[in-house]
């Protein structure tokens, strides 16, 4: 497709349960970034991909937080034992620049935690 | 440490009415965007400004970046309920990378018909 990809849109799941959320950038798009989105909140960095490089993870709120980038494209947040706090809008970017510039959102997996 | 402050954090005038949301900041920065996300939507990029002093518009939208670099203003004329949603403003620091960009909290607008 032409824009950013994020799936599930939606995803309800049970407290201590795991989620694993996709994320396919915009093709040749070296640079992908991870951020959450509480209710009425800005945007909190978790992590972010450039091309081979090492992760930049600092943002990732604890250890149950992960994200791999295979083939660098194709990005995969994965959620172990959610916990209600872990809910939220989870957003998707990319971008072609090697520094800051333009980002291009996906529409967002919207996470409830029960 | 919030280093982008936006406000106010939530707004609602009528139609026709004009309307300025700030987004100020201590540090400088190598340049700014502006975003806005519709309910359901990711954030969409409404323009960068990058020199101190800069003034860009878009329409009805006026975006000024503050001489030291250090804040921004969003000035809306004639506001329409289109113009509904999430503002958020974005400071980008030399050198690139996910630190380099911070998100402000955002300023909600309400435009009511």
């Known amino acids: 497709g032409a824009g950013v990809s994020q799936s599930p849109s939606n995803k309800v799941t049970e407290k201590g349960k795991d989620v694993e959320l996709r994320c396919d950038p915009i093709s040749g798009h070296t640079a992908l970034y991870w951020y959450r989105q509480s209710l009425g909140q800005g945007l909190e960095f978790l992590i972010y991909f450039q091309g081979n490089s090492a992760p930049d993870k600092s943002g990732l709120p604890s250890d149950r937080f992960s994200a791999e980038r295979t083939g660098g494209s194709v990005s995969t947040l994965t959620i172990q034992r959610t916990q209600q706090e872990d809910s939220a809008v989870y957003l998707c970017?990319?971008?072609?620049?090697?520094?800051?510039?333009?980002?291009?959102f996906g529409e967002g997996s919207r996470l409830t935690v029960l | 440490t919030q280093l982008l402050e936006q406000s106010p954090q939530f707004l609602s005038i009528q139609e026709g009415e004009n309307l300025t949301v700030y987004c100020n900041s201590s540090?400088?920065?190598?340049?700014l965007q502006w975003y806005r996300q519709e309910p359901g939507e990711g954030p969409v990029l409404l323009v960068t400004v990058v020199t101190g002093g800069e003034v860009k518009k878009l329409k009805r939208l006026t975006f000024q970046f503050g001489d030291a670099r250090k804040d921004s203003s969003l000035h809306i004329t004639a506001a329409q309920p289109g113009d509904t949603g999430l503002y958020l403003c974005?400071?980008?620091?030399?050198?690139?990378?996910?630190?380099?960009?911070?998100f402000g909290k955002g300023t909600h607008l309400i435009i009511q018909p």
């Open positions: 540090s400088v920065f190598s340049s």
């Open positions: 974005a400071g980008a620091r030399s050198g690139g990378g996910a630190d380099g960009l911070t």
């Open positions: 970017a990319s971008s072609e620049a090697r520094n800051t510039g333009e980002l291009f």
